[in-house]
Antibody
């Protein structure tokens, strides 16, 4: 069974870059045509999609980079110039049906990791 | 940008009752790309319904989805104790994912 696990610093200073990694186990990140994405959820609030593969939330696009490392079976998120508004639980997730369709069909999720932006 | 609006924000019901959750899109959308998720406190969301009406793997039959165009509904046929949670609708339009604000189903 596919499992995803987020890792990275739990505390980031304002104006710095938030970097997270999602490690995939139980399957190859290269298998099939899936979308490897990131979402977040500020404390007590709803879900916000950050991006998947090369597709990004327009409101965050200028600050976000998602990259996939097939050799390590990992994908990563970089969010630059963070502020307190970027404090959230960050989730990684796999989307799609395996044939390159339905990016929003998010079946597999990591457990989430809280990232706090504070000096 | 498509905006997804869910109502009500909170639904107070008793176990065994039927729950009807609404999701409205700001413009007509392709129902093939409409999904519903359940989220319990401290947990990641779980896919319940995809393509507006298809149950995801392992999802009990009491969960059903319907709708088209701008109006979609998630129905929980008979609420079980484990169903009290927050539910989100989501749409994928031109490779941009948008979530509704969520409906909390709480015990009355």
């Amino acid at each position: 069974q596919l499992q995803l696990q987020e890792s990275g610093p739990g505390l980031v200073k304002p104006s710095e870059t938030l970097s997270l990694t999602c490690t995939v186990s139980g399957g190859s990140i290269s298998s099939g045509s899936y979308y490897w994405g990131w979402l977040r959820q500020p404390p007590g609030k709803g879900l916000e999609w950050i991006g998947s593969n090369n597709y990004y939330n327009p409101s965050l696009k200028s600050r976000v980079t998602i990259s996939v490392d097939t050799s390590k079976n990992q994908f990563s998120l970089k969010l630059s110039s963070v502020t307190a508004a970027d404090t959230a639980v960050y989730y990684c997730a796999r989307g799609g049906d395996g044939s390159g369709h339905f990016m929003g069909r998010l079946v597999n999720w990591g457990q989430g990791t809280l990232v706090t932006v504070s000096s | 940008e498509i905006v997804m609006t869910q109502s009500p924000a909170t639904l107070s019901l008793s176990p065994g009752e039927r729950a009807t959750l609404s999701c409205r899109a700001s413009q007509s959308v392709n129902s093939d790309y409409l999904s519903w998720y359940q989220q319990k406190p401290g947990q990641a969301p779980r896919l319940l319904i995809y393509g507006a009406s298809n149950g995801a793997t392992g999802i009990p039959a009491r969960f059903s989805g319907s709708g088209s165009g701008t109006d979609f509904t998630l129905t929980i046929g008979s609420l079980q104790p484990e169903d009290f949670a927050v539910y989100y609708c989501q749409h994928d339009y031109n490779f941009v994912l948008t979530f509704g604000g969520g409906t909390k189903v709480e015990i009355k």
